[in-house]
């Protein structure tokens, strides 16, 4: 016993040590045309190259960001102009302060207001929306479209109308669960948000995690979400326990996603909630 607990206590003490060792796995890899994809680990954006300079997406955080300011300037030669946030949390919006001496920085006005109210290390967005806004630059557009309350409010898409791509951060999981019990997320609103870009036209979906993607992967998380909603409502309006609609609810059909062992109870947990069960 005493043997196992100096393990587990060597083991713990190891992971902040084998973490700060590792350098982190960042590229650039090409979508279409002048449409790239940023990662820094499991976090990715996209930018487009146009002749009068890039337009950027989420910048991630402070020392990611300068690594792509760098990269841009070697291989593109021209400057970022314009930095737009997917949505106002922390771990896709911080470091966009690199980019500050030649870029603008758009997001939804929701999003100014989180990213003030949370003290998200960065510029908050200096030209805000409502609905829809166009970003030109170059002889290139972005179409920006807000979809309501979803993962989080503030959450924007990203359409490159000429790649026909569409950048979607947080809100379609690729073949994964949703993340953990659902934190300050709307249900219906999500579910609403994903039928809304599955009308939205586009042929490649470039998401903030995961490998890249189609319409059709945000069509098969909404029918998940569907899913759980029904199977836990059912339980809930039956008056049934926290415990019985874990061992009531079956998600056994999703068992090859990604996230299953880990969030497959925490998303029952959360969806428990959002339908009100006691
Ligand atoms: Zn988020």
Do not use: C
Not at 16 to 37: D, F, N, S, W
Not at 155 to 179: G, Q
Not at 225 to 241: C, F, I, M, P, Y
């Amino acid at each position: 016993m005493r043997a196992r607990l100096a393990l587990t206590v060597l083991a713990l003490a190891a992971i902040p040590a084998l973490a700060a060792a590792q350098a982190p796995v960042r590229a650039i890899t090409k979508i279409t045309g002048e449409l790239y994809r940023f990662q820094n680990n499991g976090h990715y954006s996209v930018f487009l190259v146009t002749p009068a300079g890039v337009i950027a997406t989420d910048p991630i955080d402070k020392d990611a960001a300068g690594w792509l300011k760098a990269e841009i300037a070697t291989r593109f030669k021209v400057p970022v102009k314009y930095v737009i946030y997917s949505h106002g949390h922390a771990d896709h919006d911080s470091g966009g302060e690199v980019f500050a001496d030649t870029a603008t920085f758009v997001g939804h006005e929701v999003a100014k207001a989180m990213m003030v109210s949370d003290q998200v290390p960065g510029p908050p967005p200096q030209e805000t929306f409502k609905d829809t806004k166009t970003v030109s630059l170059g002889g290139a557009s972005v179409e920006l479209t807000y979809l309501g309350p979803n993962h989080a409010d503030g959450m924007i898409v990203m359409r490159f109308p000429k790649e026909r791509t569409l950048f979607a951060v947080d809100i379609v999981p690729i073949d994964s669960l949703a993340y953990r019990d659902f934190p300050n997320a709307n249900i219906n609103g999500w579910i609403g948000s994903l039928r809304a870009i599955e009308k939205i036209d586009f042929d490649t979906l470039a998401p903030g995690h995961g490998p890249m993607a189609t319409r059709d992967h945000a069509r098969r998380h909404r029918e998940y979400l569907e899913d759980l909603q029904a199977q836990v409502t059912a339980q809930v309006k039956a008056g049934k326990s926290l415990a019985d609609t874990k061992a009531a609810v079956d998600l056994t059909k999703y068992k090859a996603w990604g996230g299953y062992d880990g969030s497959r109870d925490l998303n029952i947990d959360g969806m428990f909630r959002m339908m009100g069960g006691k």
